[in-house]
């Protein structure tokens, strides 16, 4: 059973992970863990999560302007989500992923979907991107 | 929308300005795809964040910058870094950390930017004039250049802040062009007693709310005094831009776009009206908080670095120390402030009084609070939403006097009659 939806690419790649839902935009500068890949703002209702390997999902981006840093940091290290789904596109995340392209040559998808398929979206689904931004929504495995 | 380069654009793309600049324009250009700009214009200036170390992969990239023989090209500031070069035994991590995040500076200096190392770049001599095209990074400078300056920057990051500020070239996107500068939420403040409103504690409760609710709109606020002190937008700014996304706000009869409500919102009508009354920012100053009052640690002043008209405040305030012994009672300011102080004989007056006058960093990005845990009390917005984060300690958010207080007795102190 799976639900397929296109997206505007931000910064292109494909990337696969469960979905990670944050009910609240995250500030990564002081509120994520690069080393760990942890939620770290107190006043996150996700705090103590992980990100790594997941498909980050929230409705935008937030905070200081050093979350791009905070996010090559990530990548560099690992910790980093599988992509990053947004729901008003972020120059800074994407900033992130683009620059992690051009110095580590990994990619991290930063994509923008429409309010209608992010309202579908669960925490734990798996989701597949492609590099064209089509995105695969599946709830087993 | 498709991007039209210019011939130099393509040129920088092309390598023909070195390796840094060709770089440089290929993350421009990615950018301008993601903010949907048909073209880059010229900027007049440029202030970096990228200067703060957060990792090796920061260094790689100035690294691989330098050696690819990047120069900036327009004049460019530097922000914060993570050592006190004047004071560097304040830092309490690692000689291993130290050493990375003193090189990660010197590489920023070395490509021609100007080592002000300061937040709060706008209070030096030479700042923006309005409607100047300028690529900042630094949420609160960001802020404070847009509103009160009126010159036209989006929030750049780090990394895309030299990237523009060696191809002297940005997206002409957002908050570059007039129509995207219009303001779409109208606060009001409603029954908020003159006398809070000329407290300085108000400002940035109120932006802190103003951020958390307006997110990524721009607010319009209507309501605020005359005679209302950049110190205050500056304080109002930083807590929009750290509860939220606020990268411009208009202040009716204050800030340079807003005239009247009328050109704040550019002739058209709100999308939303809030009004703001005592309860809501109750509301706020409790958010700000993340402790009871009780005892405190630290008292940390100067997010944004400090001014001198700060410390003219809190020089007479100063009576009530020395710090109780086991409170570090800390301010964060950039050089010219410092010589200024040295100048006037106040930084005598405040290091007898026990303070802790911090440059070039402050202490929610560099470890210079020694406490491990306990309460840290702050007057600044953006030190109350990010040192929980970032240093581990809870944190009370009061009045500068209050602070002063607190930091006498060790634990919290309040002044009952300001939010009623």
């Known amino acids: 059973m799976g639900n397929a939806f296109k997206s505007r690419v931000l910064v292109e790649g494909s990337g696969r992970g469960r979905a990670l839902v944050l009910t609240e935009p995250l500030s990564l500068w002081g509120g994520l863990d690069p080393q760990t890949g942890e939620i770290i703002d107190r006043r996150h209702p996700q705090r103590g999560k992980t990100v790594t390997g997941r498909a980050l999902i929230m409705t935008a981006g937030k905070g200081s302007s050093s979350a791009s840093s905070i996010l090559l940091e990530a990548i560099r290290a690992g910790t980093a989500p599988a992509a990053i789904l947004l729901m008003e596109a972020d120059a800074i995340l994407a900033l992130g992923a683009a620059v992690a392209r051009e110095m580590y040559a990994k990619a991290l998808p930063v994509v923008v979907i429409d309010a209608d398929d992010y309202a579908t979206l669960r925490d734990d689904q798996m989701i597949d991107i492609s590099e064209d931004g089509t995105i695969t929504v599946s709830d087993g495995e | ?420």
């Open chain 2, 1 to 420: 929308m498709s991007l039209t380069l210019s011939a130099r654009d393509e040129a920088m793309l092309a390598g023909q300005a070195g390796e840094a600049a060709r770089m440089a324009m290929r993350i421009l250009v990615t950018m301008a795809r993601v903010t949907d700009a048909t073209h880059l214009l010229d900027i007049s200036s440029a202030h970096i964040d990228g200067c703060l170390y957060h990792g090796q992969s920061g260094l790689e990239f100035a690294e691989r910058l330098l050696e690819g023989g990047a120069r900036v090209s327009v004049p460019t500031t530097l922000n914060v870094g993570a050592i006190d070069l004047l004071h560097p035994e304040y830092f309490q991590g690692s000689e291993d950390q130290a050493q990375r995040a003193r090189r990660l500076m010197q590489l920023y200096e070395a490509m021609g930017c100007r080592a002000v190392w300061t937040c709060a770049p706008y209070q030096n001599a030479q700042r923006p004039s309005f409607g100047a095209q300028i690529a900042w990074a630094e949420s609160n400078a960001i802020v404070f250049a847009n509103s009160v300056l009126g010159a036209r920057t989006n929030r750049y990051g780090d990394f895309l802040d030299i990237c523009a500020a060696i191809t002297g070239r940005a997206p002409a996107a957002g908050l570059h062009l007039s129509e995207n500068r219009r303001g779409q939420l109208l606060f009001r403040l409603r029954d908020i007693p003159e006398r809070l409103k000329r407290e300085d504690v108000f400002y940035p409760v109120l932006g802190y709310l103003v951020g958390a609710r307006s997110f990524l709109k721009i607010p319009v606020i209507d309501g605020l005094p005359m005679g209302v002190t950049e110190d205050q937008l500056k304080a109002l700014g930083a807590a929009a831009a750290s509860s939220g996304a606020t990268a411009l706000f208009h202040a009716v009869g204050v800030t340079p776009e807003a005239e009247t409500a009328e050109a704040a919102f550019q002739n058209t009508q709100p999308e939303k009206i809030i009004d703001v009354a005592m309860d809501d920012l109750r509301d706020a100053l409790k958010k700000l908080s993340t402790a009871p009052d009780g005892d405190i640690r630290v008292v940390a002043l100067g997010s944004p670095h400090f001014s001198i008209e700060e410390f003219s405040r809190l020089m007479p305030l100063i009576k009530y120390l020395p710090a109780h012994k086991d409170v570090e009672f800390i301010v964060c300011t950039n050089r010219q402030v410092f010589s200024e102080l040295q100048k006037r004989g106040w930084l005598d007056d405040l290091e007898r009084a026990g303070a802790q006058i911090v440059v070039d960093t402050c202490v929610v990005v560099s470890p210079i609070v020694r406490a491990p845990s306990g309460v840290l009390m702050t007057n600044s917005g953006k030190f109350a939403h990010y040192a929980p984060g970032n240093t581990g300690l809870e944190v009370v958010f009061g009045s500068l006097e209050e602070c002063v207080r607190s930091a006498a007795l060790g634990r919290v102190w309040r002044d009952e009659i300001l939010w009623h």
